[in-house]
Structures are given as structure tokens and as C-alpha cells.
């Protein structure tokens, strides 16, 4: 199990260039959420899907962030254009959905990308 | 608006002692609450609680829930420098996984 997937692990761009993240699920699992953290802010949810599906994207800051699940096993998480407040690391996680009796494990979470927009 | 607070938000201590992280919420819909250790990347799971009273443990880290004062507890005993790590704990809202974390304590254990 190669565990979730992360790329880049940094990028540096240039205000008003387009950001594309991209994070590869664990095998089997069928849910995908994407977060960000600051020091300032800590963890925050962007947004999250369960079979491919959006379920809430209220964690979204503004219309310039997007995110897509084209298949069962990939996202990316596209800003556009970037701005130096967008300056984080994002996390993408996945898990086996849902937290009934099945849910034991909590997420699992990618490594990270450190975006950095200058 | 939900919220998740922990406290301290750091603190030092020297290798052999006790910690004892709290963790406090006000949710609209409380599902669990999940512990996570975070060094230099990304989170990782400790633990999931949903009963009240019940502790979990895994050597020398244990937590417990306590729903109706809305609270939970982490404990490490006999720390380590490899203990060192930001602890996070986390709710769940909803049935998809959810989770709302809070901002985190900054543990060092110094030699």
C-alpha cells in the first residue's frame, strides 16, 4: 500500500499563476478531502467527496479555488490565479468514508504540498 | 458556529514526566472525536473515541471522552524526545468523515 500520494511536494509560482495540486487515494478507499494549514489558521477543511462526488465545498475560500474528482483514484485542487495568502501546505486525505463502525482508522493523509506564491 | 479548543497550546516538559492534553468542543453534531500527532509532515492517527468514559490506549498514550462536559483527554506517560510532536484533535460532524480539528498543542520533551 503506497498510502495517498501527493504532488508536488513544493511549489513556488509567481502571483497570478495557475496552481495545479494533485493527490493520488489509497487503493479501496472512497473518500477524498483536501485540506490546508497555517499557522494562523491551523487545519481547515477545503472541500471533500465521497465516491467522486462533492459533498461540501463551503470550506472553499474564494472562486479562484477548485477541485475535481475525474476518477475513483485521483483529485486536484487548482487555484487560479494564486495569490501570496494562499501561502500554505495542503493536505489531501482519504479514508474508507463515512465514521460508523466501519471508520476505525481516521484518515489517512498524504504528505503534503508547501505552496508557496510570491 | 462549531468549535474545537485545546489547550495549552504548548508546552515543555522533561523526558520520564506526564502530559495531559484537554480538548474541548461545541458541535451541532457530534459523531466522534479523533486524536492525531503531527511532526514534520503530515498528521497521523492515535486514536478514535465515541463513548463516553471509555479509555482507549496504545503504550503509553491512552485518551478518553467525556460526552456530557463535552471534553477529552490525552495522556502520555514516561515521555520521550520522540514524543515531541504537535498533538491535534479533531470532531466529526457528519457521516462522510467530517472533521473539524482544532488549533493544536506544541509538545517538546527535552532530554
Known amino acids: 500500500d503506497a498510502g495517498v500520494i501527493q504532488s508536488p511536494r513544493h511549489e513556488v509560482t509567481e502571483m497570478g499563476q495557475e496552481v495545479t495540486l494533485r493527490c493520488k487515494l489509497i487503493s479501496g478507499h472512497n473518500s477524498l478531502f483536501w485540506y490546508r494549514q497555517t499557522m494562523m489558521r491551523g487545519l481547515e477543511l477545503l472541500i471533500y467527496?465521497?465516491?467522486?462526488?462533492?459533498?461540501?465545498d463551503s470550506g472553499m475560500p474564494e472562486d479562484r479555488f477548485s477541485a475535481k474528482m475525474p476518477n475513483a483514484s485521483f483529485s486536484t485542487l487548482k487555484i487560479q490565479p494564486s495569490e501570496p495568502r494562499d501561502s500554505a501546505v495542503y493536505f489531501c486525505?482519504?479514508?474508507?468514508?463515512?465514521?460508523?463502525?466501519?471508520?476505525?482508522?481516521?484518515?489517512?493523509f498524504g504528505s503534503g504540498t508547501r505552496l508557496t506564491v510570491v | 458556529e462549531d468549535k474545537v479548543v485545546q489547550s495549552p497550546l504548548s508546552l515543555v516538559v522533561h523526558e520520564g514526566d506526564t502530559v495531559t492534553l484537554n480538548c474541548s468542543y461545541e458541535?451541532?453534531?457530534?459523531?466522534?472525536l479523533l486524536w492525531y500527532k503531527q511532526e514534520k509532515k503530515a498528521p497521523t492517527f492515535l486514536f478514535m473515541l465515541t463513548s463516553s468514559g471509555i479509555e482507549k490506549k496504545s503504550g503509553r498514550l491512552s485518551s478518553i471522552l467525556d460526552k456530557k462536559e463535552l471534553f477529552s483527554i490525552l495522556n502520555i506517560t514516561a515521555t520521550q524526545t520522540g514524543d515531541s510532536a504537535i498533538y491535534l484533535c479533531?470532531?466529526?460532524?457528519?457521516?462522510?468523515?467530517?472533521?473539524?480539528f482544532g488549533a493544536g498543542t506544541q509538545v517538546v520533551v527535552t532530554p
Open positions: 479533531a470532531v466529526s460532524t457528519d457521516s462522510w468523515g467530517k472533521l473539524q
Open positions: 467527496f465521497n465516491n467522486n462526488v462533492p459533498i461540501d
Open positions: 486525505a482519504s479514508s474508507s468514508g463515512g465514521t460508523g463502525p466501519r471508520f476505525e482508522g481516521g484518515y489517512t
Open positions: 458541535v451541532t453534531n457530534f459523531r466522534s
